[in-house]
């Protein structure tokens, strides 16, 4: 059946063991781990490394291995989230190459899944995008498919503040993209990481995409955000998405939860769907984001046999 787990982005000062052990005490099934190089992120949730793909040598391997044998927590797919087609030059390349890198290390940890942006260059429209991102993601999908690793694309517009604007920071937000991206780079490793809420603020339905790329969706988020109709009426929808759209706690926003479930079991999915905190009300300290985890994972449990 469905698993349920979280991205362990919003824990990021504990370590790996500590965030399996965090999710076996609560009673999740995995955990989408996050895989950043070791170094200083400028974005919020970017930059956490809680396994470092350059000290993954056989040992830790095995330790990994060990780990999620003690606990009984899986982890659900490798996760990194950065800019592969950005303006600059040096950030694209160190994108792919970190991305490759998470390609190559999944199979040796026994997981098939890497979850992660397709990016966009966001000063320039999608089709000045198109040629680049066929020449970048070409040999991405080519290495997923020698490795026989599913890539996730999260549908995040990333598009949120003055520095992604106008056109965002990720290529792969619509149905129409999806199709005509899954037609020219050809793969079947290439697919989506879910997430409703991204629909959502795009004034779209979200329950129709899950059946028609439900052979697509090879993880989901489990993410709400509520939207302020009296602050969009007075700002417009061309406005920073930030100021009428707040991420929210799966139940505490605007997704109707028993039916996204009903929807992703009848299309035959039976993945990971996790948690993905962005709640900043329950940012405060780590006891309030362990607690989110503790009240998402309760609120869900309904819908999960």
């Known amino acids: 059946m469905i698993q349920l787990g979280f991205a362990s982005a919003i824990v990021p000062e504990l370590s ?3 965030v399996l052990a965090l999710a076996s005490t609560i009673g999740y099934d995995c955990v989408e781990v996050m895989c950043w190089p070791v170094s200083k992120a ?3 949730y970017a930059g956490i490394t809680h396994i470092d793909l350059s000290q993954l ?4 391997v095995a330790e990994i291995l060990s780990l999620m044998d003690r606990t009984g927590v899986a982890i659900s797919a490798l996760g990194y989230y950065p800019n592969c087609l950005a303006p600059d030059v040096e950030e694209a ?3 792919v190459a970190h991305l490759k890198r ?4 999944a199979p040796r940890l026994g997981i098939d899944r890497v979850t992660t942006f397709i990016g966009r260059d966001f000063t320039k429209s999608v089709e000045e995008n198109w040629p680049r991102m066929l020449e970048t993601w070409k040999p991405i999908v080519a290495l997923a498919e020698e ?3 599913r890539i996730g694309i999260e549908n995040c517009p990333m598009l949120f503040s003055a520095d992604e604007w106008p056109g965002g920071k990720n290529l792969a937000t619509t149905p129409a993209i999806w199709r005509r991206m899954f037609e020219d780079l050809g793969s079947p490793n290439l697919g989506l990481n879910y997430d409703p809420s991204h629909m959502i603020w795009q004034h ?3 329950l129709k995409p899950m059946r028609d790329f439900a052979s697509r969706i090879f993880h989901a988020h489990a993410k709400d955000v509520r939207i302020d109709h009296e602050k969009l009426n007075e700002v417009g929808i061309l406005a920073h998405p930030a100021e009428y759209h707040t991420p929210k706690l799966p139940g505490l926003g605007d997704v109707d939860w028993g039916k996204f479930f009903s929807t992703l079991v009848d299309t035959g999915y039976r993945g990971p769907v996790c948690v993905e905190v962005e709640d900043r009300a329950y940012e405060g300290s780590l006891e309030d984001r362990q ?4 009240q998402s994972y309760r609120y869900l449990k309904n819908f999960i046999p």
């Open 204 to 206: 779209m339905d979200y």
């Open 57 to 60: 040598d056989d040992s830790r």
């Open 42 to 44: 400028e974005r919020r």
């Open 291 to 294: 607690d989110s985890l503790r």
């Open 102 to 105: 998470l390609i190559e290390s």
């Open 93 to 95: 390349a160190g994108s």
């Open 16 to 18: 790996l063991e500590e």
């Open 147 to 149: 490795h026989q690793v």
